[in-house]
């Protein structure tokens, strides 16, 4: 099945356990359609750099999975009509890479690894 990346942004008055509650939701959905979360990964609430329906801030919350085109397309439709997520990104990839995300890891050790490229 092919792989696949989300960066999903909520609304700022959620709570945390909200946030990550919306993440389960839409594994379930993912699994329900015959793929699967791999992982996933809650940023925590950061400053956007523009204003998205007069809310300056979001929960952000990162996916990876393994699904079938129109289980991530159901997915995707579910995330557009919910009432507190504002933005969804999704991206195919070839591969998932290994180990947390750029935004999880250490200062250290984004600059360590822009010295081995």
């Known amino acids: ?8 942004i909520a609304r700022q008055d959620l709570s945390n356990t909200q946030a990550e509650g919306l993440i389960e939701h839409f594994g379930t959905v993912l699994a329900d359609n015959g793929g699967k979360m791999l992982e996933n990964e809650y940023w925590g609430v950061k400053t956007m750099a523009y204003k998205i329906n007069k ?5 952000y919350a990162f996916m990876r999975t393994d699904a079938p085109a129109p289980a991530v397309q159901e997915m995707e439709r579910l995330m557009r009509l919910h009432e507190d997520v504002m933005r969804v990104l999704t991206i195919k990839v070839d591969a998932h890479e290994e180990g947390p995300s750029i935004q999880m890891q250490k200062r250290e050790d984004r600059d360590s690894r822009r010295e081995r490229r």
Do not use: A, S, T
């Open 1 to 8: 099945m092919p792989l696949y990346e989300h960066v999903m």
């Open 55 to 59: 809310n300056r801030k979001g929960h």
